[in-house]
C-alpha cells in the first residue's frame, strides 16, 4: 500500500488526531446532547436566523440577542474539520453569552469539498465586512478555529 504521509503521519493518523467523528468513541451520543440542546436555544432565545451575507445557500448568519443592549458582539464560527457542521448544532452555549449583555452571532459557511479551505477563511470574515453595524467595537472572534482565521482580521 503506497499512501502518503504528511510530517511521518498516515493519512488514517491524521483523520484520527483530527476528526473526532474518529478518534472519540462517545462521540455520537455527545453530538446527540449537543444538537438537542441547540435546538432548544434556537426555539426560545429572542434571535435573527439565517440571515443571508453571500449568494451561497450555506452563506448565512443566526444572531441572537443580548439581553440588555450596548454589549459586545462575539462571532462564533462552528468547527467540523472543514468538511462538516452546521450553526444549528452549535449554538447551545448562547444563553451564557447574552445573559451577560453579549449579542452572539453564528457564521454558516460552505464546506470542503464545494470549496477551498482558503475560501474558508474568507467566508467567515465577509459575513462580518458585510453586516458593518452587527460588529460594533469591541467585537470578539470565537471559534474552532476552521482554518486558521485571525479575530483581529474582523475590524
Not at 470549496?115 to 467585537?139: A, F, G
Request: proline residues 10%; charged residues 25%.
Amino acid at each position: 500500500m503506497n499512501e502518503t504521509e504528511y510530517k511521518g503521519f498516515r493519512p488514517d493518523e491524521m483523520e484520527y488526531q483530527y476528526n473526532p467523528r474518529v478518534s472519540v468513541p462517545e462521540y455520537p451520543e455527545l453530538a446527540k446532547v449537543r444538537a438537542a440542546q441547540a435546538h432548544k436555544v434556537r426555539e426560545s432565545a429572542t434571535s435573527w436566523l439565517n440571515v443571508p451575507y453571500g449568494n451561497s445557500p450555506r452563506e448565512k448568519l443566526d444572531i441572537y440577542a443580548a439581553d440588555k443592549a450596548g454589549g459586545p458582539v462575539l462571532v462564533y464560527i462552528h468547527g467540523g474539520y472543514w468538511r462538516s457542521g452546521s450553526k444549528e448544532d452549535n449554538c447551545n452555549f448562547v444563553p451564557t453569552f447574552t445573559k451577560r449583555g453579549a449579542t452572539v452571532v453564528l457564521v454558516e459557511y460552505d464546506l470542503c469539498p464545494q470549496v477551498t479551505v482558503s475560501d474558508i477563511v474568507v467566508l467567515p470574515l465577509r459575513s462580518v465586512r458585510r453586516s458593518p453595524p452587527l460588529c460594533p467595537s469591541p467585537c470578539h472572534g470565537r471559534g474552532r478555529r476552521p482554518s486558521g482565521w485571525d479575530a483581529r482580521d474582523l475590524r
